[in-house]
């Protein structure tokens, strides 16, 4: 199939999709939504994406674009980073949310989604049902395939025991996050950055569209709410954020003098309390796993790290929890260690300052022995 516009294939319910439909919504990409259901996506897609995962970008010439970090990379580099704040702790803050978006929110995004079947599982049912094509199986895969992503659940860390405070986190961090947007439409002032992209898969893909989590969003933290919509939104569509006389809009733009609003670092300090034992618990385990087993330059980074490696034990709040120590998190992490380490001796010391103020600045320091890239639509070791 071919099409003279961008073909992004996607699903609503997709978490990682949202990120990368609302990068292309915001920055005026024209393109049209593809369900990974339709047959193209088999025969034109996954062979030179090489994983069946979304999103995924077919460019008007015939390339695949597999990953939305990579889709969003592939425009930012041609049309002059417009999402990158250039001023070094935003640009490092704006980091630090892509990595909460892709990694740090999945348990209350699993949770919200699969432990409330009362509320939401007819509409889970829709849109699992509805990502398949008709054939005799439909039914079974559906469920097959919710089965698959409700145990996907577990491996994030979400079971009996963790549950409640799974919720408590998420609710902090609602909260801190809703003080946040009543003051400013944006994390960093009036335009998206490549930070609120990111968060906006889990905030917008499940925290923000299945009924249970959308009801507690929409009553308990309207600002988020009114983020989540205006991200999926072409204009500005931040009337509350008007000046109180005159009708002026407000100009488009990060914050002035490198901001980071006290807000955003409330905000960051509850993240901080999961994200960090978390990522610190990943890195031993990987590079655990790396010690034992040498991979060459560029061989494939899988998602985990097989059967017997790849859990992260961890504590929050004197309990214990564990999840999938995944790589992936490390190749957003990296980015923000690149971003720290471009930065001059003075700007270091500020942010320094920034990230112990929220208890994060241990992730400056956690690192892999080997670094990430991505080749060919494949996450590699270097
Ligand atoms: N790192 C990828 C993750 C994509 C991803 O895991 N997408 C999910 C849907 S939200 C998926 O395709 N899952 C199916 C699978 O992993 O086979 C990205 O950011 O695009």
């Known amino acids: 199939m071919t099409s003279m516009t961008y073909s992004l294939y996607a699903l609503p319910h997709s978490l990682y999709s949202g990120r990368a439909r609302s990068y292309l919504i915001k920055n005026g ?8 259901g339709h047959e193209s996506f088999k025969t034109d897609v996954v062979p030179k994406a090489k994983l069946p ?10 390339h695949v674009i597999r990953d939305g970090a990579a889709i969003i990379e592939y425009f930012e580099a041609a049309n002059g980073r417009p999402c990158q704040p250039k ?5 490092l803050v704006s980091g630090l949310f892509d990595l909460i978006g892709n990694e740090g929110l999945l348990r209350p995004a699993m949770h919200y989604r699969w432990n409330f079947p009362e509320q939401n599982l007819s509409f889970l049912h829709y849109h699992f049902y509805h990502a398949q094509q008709e054939h005799p199986e439909r039914e079974a895969k559906t469920h097959h395939m919710m089965d698959k992503m409700r145990y996907a659940a577990t491996m994030f860390g979400v079971n009996d025991q963790s549950q409640a405070l799974v919720e408590t986190l998420y609710m902090e961090f609602l909260s801190a996050l809703d003080k946040h947007f009543e003051q400013y439409p944006y994390l960093l002032g009036w335009q998206p950055s490549i930070g609120d992209f990111g968060l906006l898969g889990p905030l917008f893909g499940h925290l923000g569209r299945d009924p249970k989590p959308l009801q507690i ?10 983020w989540v919509e205006r991200m999926n939104r072409a204009a500005q569509d931040a009337p509350e954020h008007f000046p109180s006389t005159g009708y002026a809009v407000p100009e488009a733009g990060f914050l002035a003098n490198d901001e980071i609003p006290a807000t955003l670092l409330a905000a960051l300090a509850v993240i901080a309390e999961d994200l960090v034992p978390e990522t610190r618990a990943a890195a031993e385990v990987i590079n655990g796993w790396l010690a034992v087993n ?7 980074a899988s998602r985990y790290l097989g059967q017997n490696g790849g859990k992260a034990e961890f504590t929050v709040r004197d309990q214990t929890m564990v999840a999938g120590a995944q790589p992936y998190r490390f190749f957003v992490l990296q980015s923000v260690q690149d971003c720290y380490a471009r930065c001059s001796a003075d700007e270091r010391i500020g942010i320094d300052e920034l990230l112990q103020s929220c208890g994060l600045d241990e992730l400056l320091n956690i690192k892999l022995t080997r670094r990430l890239g991505q080749r ?7």
Do not use: F
């Open 29 to 36: 990409i024209a393109y049209r939504e593809v369900s990974c």
């Open 53 to 62: 995962t979304i999103p995924a970008m077919l460019t008007p010439d015939g």
């Open 87 to 91: 001023t070094p702790k935003q640009q």
């Open 217 to 226: 969003m929409q009553q308990q933290a309207v600002h988020v709410y009114r």
């Open 294 to 300: 040498p991979v060459e330059a560029g061989a494939k």
């Open 376 to 382: 060919d639509n494949l996450e590699v070791w270097v």
